[in-house]
T-cell receptor, first 116, second 112 residues
Framework: GAVVSQHPSWVICKSGTSVKIECRSLDFQATTMFWYRQFPKQSLMLMATSNEGSKATYEQGVEKDKFLINHASLTLSTLTVTSAHPEDSSFYIC????????????FGDGTRLSIL | EDQVTQSPEALRLQEGESSSLNCSYTVSGLRGLFWYRQDPGKGPEFLFTLYSAGEEKEKERLKATLTKKESFLHITAPKPEDSATYLCAVQAKNNQGGKLIFGQGTELSVKP
């Protein structure tokens, strides 16, 4: 149980294009979804928290116009990296929680984004 | 400021050599402490949640314990397949959104 699917797992695109990453909870309804960024040999850095039907809450220093988050349903959240540049290249990971906020977050397998 | 520190950064063990990973935390009221395992190129896999001092959880060769200042992940007779990065994270009571604060992780390597 508690499976989170993330797609695509790997994307390469040219500088200036926009990239959309999907995060789905497959066997539960996710009240809250989270988006992280992870650099090599480093821990997870929270980018934003999203609740179904409301605007995402972004962490300090994260550009909300650059990283657009939509949480349209209880099973789907999307992260769109707009006008991507090489410095946006990273490993992006989503997670979802079911029910109360003290429940564990369940993570997708991440998306490796490379901007040329 | 809420903070999580894991030690050691890296740990090399021989197969069967038991050891412990440490997670020290400072948080303004602990709601929960979480242990995850992360394999290279993958997302973290949930292992345990601990909510109060004195609590223990076990799963196969892993056992997690919690005090008011730290948590330990004990690995008994590890196997090569236990090689991974182990992440500790805490959630503060005053956090309404369920945000986790992660440590830097311990990279465990178990040699046959």
């Amino acid at each position: 149980g508690a499976v989170v699917s993330q797609h695509p797992s790997w994307v390469i695109c040219k500088s200036g294009t926009s990239v959309k990453i999907e995060c789905r909870s497959l066997d539960f309804q996710a009240t809250t979804m989270f988006w992280y960024r992870q650099f090599p040999k480093q821990s997870l850095m929270l980018m934003a928290t999203s609740n179904e039907g409301s605007k995402a809450t972004y962490e300090q220093g994260v550009e909300k116009d650059k990283f657009l988050i939509n949480h349209a349903s209880l099973t789907l959240s999307t992260l769109t990296v707009t006008s991507a540049h090489p410095e946006d290249s990273s490993f992006y990971i989503c997670s979802a929680t079911q029910g109360a906020t003290d429940q564990p977050q369940h993570f997708g397998d991440g998306t490796r984004l490379s901007i040329l | 400021e809420d903070q999580v520190t894991q030690s050691p950064e890296a740990l090399r063990l021989q197969e069967g050599e038991s050891s412990s990973l440490n997670c020290s935390y400072t948080v303004s009221g602990l709601r929960g402490l979480f242990w995850y395992r992360q394999d290279p190129g993958k997302g973290p896999e949930f292992l345990f949640t601990l909510y109060s001092a004195g609590e223990e959880k076990e799963k196969e060769r892993l056992k997690a314990t919690l005090t008011k200042k730290e948590s330990f992940l004990h690995i008994t007779a590890p196997k090569p397949e236990d090689s991974a990065t182990y992440l500790c994270a805490v959630q503060a009571k005053n956090n309404q959104g369920g945000k986790l604060i992660f440590g830097q992780g311990t990279e465990l390597s178990v040699k046959p």
